[in-house]
Each structure stands twice: as structure tokens, then as C-alpha cells.
């Protein structure tokens, strides 16, 4: 196949009103939309269906048995011209859903570009994804969450409706999320869920210096282990720490945070376990 050509098999169900880019494979027993948008490159390798009003960007990969357009599981839709909207270069892999938005939720979920997405994963309706995150083995949104740039979701965890996961945090395996993870947290459990200090390993990872790192984590010793509650400790950060990239983003994070944030503490502040 060249590659300008696209590439349908003869088992897979593709109506001609489906828009199809340059150089897209579409696999054995697929089935596609009659309002579906692939973009050049993307590759559907078998068992996929692509269904309603969905857009998915260039050099995306779906793995067999994936579900993205699905109907949203709200006792409250009506059938309504809803629809999902996937960026650049996203992988998913097998068995993952995403369904559609609701008129209520805004119309439309949205997933970002270069997210990495393991099998069993489920975006619900509404679901606002942004780029490089990466979600592990059956990670979970519930309906009108949100997951920021470059944030991890480990297995088996659920974020509960309509919470929050900050900018470069990582949430551990096996974790029900019930309020919103601050930008840069590490946060793992069930009952209660705990924070475990700056997600450090990732920061560096992603090209953060040990400088910006020392600032999150000044920032946190007085948002976390304070006796301050969460509207004096953002004072004292505004007061104490210099005006920053990630300072703002915290302060804007906590200030626009409608279910409260996680505090409960994993222990005492020790640095040396930072």
C-alpha cells in the first residue's frame, strides 16, 4: 500500500459518507460511522468500532476490540448529535472505550495527542483528557472528569465524576479518586486515598530540574504538612514562594476546585524519602 492509499478490508463495514485520510489501515471486522473522521496515518488493526460523531487525529493505533464513539452510559441521553474528538499519535490499546459527550456535559469528550492508553481503559462521557498522559491496565474515568497534560493513571484505578487530575501527577494502583489530585502530587489508595509527596520520579523523567522540583516540593511542605487549612496555606505560598510556573498553576489548580483537594498526608514530611 502506498502511502497515499488507504487501506479497508473486505470484512470491515465503511460507509462511503465516512471520511478516511491518507495512508489510514482499517483491519479485518471493523465497523465505522457514517459521521467518522480518521486522519491520515491512523491504524485500526481489527475488531474496532468507530461509531457517531467521532474525529480521531493522525498516527493514532487502536488495538482489537477497542469501542470509541460508544453511546454514554447517562440514563438522562436522548440520542443527541454528541461526539469525541481524539488528537495526534495516541495509542490505544485492546479493549478501551470512549463514549460520547452529553448535551448537558458540553457535547463533546475530548482526548489530547500522545497519550498512551493500556487495555481494559474506559473514558467516560464528557471527559476531558489532555497530551502524554498515560493511563495503565483498566484505568477508569467516570463521567465530566478531567486529566491534565502528562499525568498517569495506574491500574485499576477509578476517578470518580466530575474530579480532577493535575498536571504531572501520578496516581497509584488500585485507587478510588473522590476529589481532585493537585499538578505535580503523588497520591495513592482506597479508604482513605493518601498523598505521597511530589511525583518526583516523573518530573525528572519529564526534564524537571532539581531546582523546579525543590520548589513543588517547598510548596507542598506547606500545602500538605502545615497546620494551615487549604485558604491560609495557598496565602503563605503567595507570600513565600516567588511567582512561578508551577507555583500559579497550583494556586490556579486549587483555586478553581470545586470537589476540595486530597491532603490526607501518607505521614510526617520527610525530605529524604522525596
Not at 181 to 202: E, Q
Request: with cysteine; proline share 3%.
Amino acid at each position: 500500500m502506498r502511502p497515499s492509499e488507504v487501506f479497508v478490508h473486505p470484512t470491515s463495514v465503511v460507509p462511503s459518507q465516512a471520511q478516511l485520510g491518507k495512508g489510514v489501515w482499517v483491519g479485518p471486522h471493523c465497523v465505522i460511522g457514517e459521521k467518522v473522521i480518521i486522519h491520515n496515518n491512523t491504524r485500526l488493526e481489527g475488531n474496532i468500532q468507530i461509531l457517531g460523531t467521532t474525529e480521531i487525529g493522525e498516527s493514532c493505533l487502536f488495538s482489537p476490540f477497542s469501542v470509541i464513539g460508544g453511546e454514554p452510559q447517562d440514563v438522562g441521553y436522548r440520542q443527541e448529535a454528541t461526539g469525541v474528538r481524539i488528537g495526534d499519535r495516541n495509542v490505544f490499546r485492546e479493549f478501551i472505550t470512549v463514549h460520547r459527550g452529553t448535551v448537558k456535559g458540553g457535547g463533546e469528550t475530548v482526548i489530547g495527542n500522545d497519550g498512551y492508553f493500556m487495555a481494559y481503559g474506559h473514558i467516560a462521557h464528557d471527559c476531558r483528557v489532555g497530551n502524554g498522559v498515560v493511563f495503565t491496565n483498566a484505568a477508569t474515568l467516570g463521567g465530566h472528569a478531567s486529566v491534565d497534560d502528562f499525568a498517569t493513571i495506574s491500574a485499576f484505578s477509578a476517578v470518580h465524576q466530575f474530579c480532577r487530575i493535575g498536571k504531572f501527577a501520578y496516581v497509584g494502583g488500585f485507587t478510588v479518586v473522590t476529589q481532585d489530585v493537585v499538578p505535580f502530587a503523588k497520591v495513592a489508595g482506597m479508604r482513605p486515598v493518601l498523598f505521597y509527596g511530589a511525583n518526583a520520579i516523573g518530573l525528572r523523567r519529564q526534564g524537571f530540574t532539581r531546582a523546579r522540583i525543590q520548589v513543588i516540593k517547598e510548596i507542598f511542605k506547606i500545602l500538605f504538612y502545615s497546620d494551615l487549612n487549604t485558604s491560609q496555606a495557598v496565602e503563605r505560598i503567595q507570600a513565600q514562594i516567588p511567582a512561578g510556573e508551577d507555583r500559579d498553576e497550583v494556586i490556579r489548580f486549587i483555586q478553581s476546585s470545586k470537589r476540595g483537594i486530597i491532603k490526607k498526608q501518607s505521614g510526617t514530611w520527610d525530605e529524604e524519602s522525596e
